[in-house]
């Protein structure tokens, strides 16, 4: 006697279905993720090279230099013989006739410092730093421009920056 045996319709999944499906479900989480991962990585070394304090700083001097020669009086410009440091001239009052005020940006000990101050009798009134992180600053007049020539370096990443600006006061 044969035992007659039938094929039963079961309901659900084999062994091996789920195993497939586990597979490929693995390969697709794990694909995205890698994107996901990468992309990540991808913002955060943007966002550092955009905001790092070497590129703010960069941006800090050019528009500091551009500012103060560009309020000075063109009836003037002192450069050290080494293109360490640049003077510039302003007037003190919008209504004066004299240019009473000097201007020094200076390069000193890995630094940007801009000194201002009272021409006669000659005192110094402030000192600021424009910015770190300085590994050579060169300054060069032409003409009756003034052109700065500075690079910036953290150890980790460095940027040169070249600003050039003409003195706009009589």
């Not at 000075?72 to 004299?98: F, M, R």
């Not at 801009?114 to 007049?141: A, M, Y």
Request: aromatic share 8%; hydrophobic share 35%; with cysteine.
């Amino acid at each position: 006697m044969s035992k007659n045996k039938r094929m039963v319709n079961r309901k659900g999944f084999t062994l091996i279905e789920l195993t497939i499906a586990t597979g490929l479900a693995s390969i697709v989480i794990g694909s995205v993720g890698v994107l996901v991962v990468d992309s990540q990585r991808g913002w955060n070394k943007m966002y550092n090279r955009t905001y790092s304090d070497v590129i703010t700083d960069s941006h800090v001097a050019r528009r500091t230099f551009d500012r103060v020669v560009r309020n000075a009086s063109n009836q003037g410009i002192s450069l050290a013989d080494d293109s360490s440091w640049v003077e510039v001239y302003y007037y003190g009052d919008p209504n004066s006739t004299i240019v009473d005020r000097y201007a020094r940006f200076i390069s000193s000990n890995s630094q940007l410092l801009i000194e201002d101050g009272v021409l006669e009798p000659r005192q110094t009134s402030s000192t600021e730093t424009i910015c770190g992180n300085v590994s050579s600053c060169v300054f060069k007049t032409f003409g009756s421009s003034v052109q700065m020539i500075c690079t910036l370096d953290n150890g980790s990443e460095n940027t040169t920056i070249v600003a050039s600006a003409i003195p706009h006061n009589q």
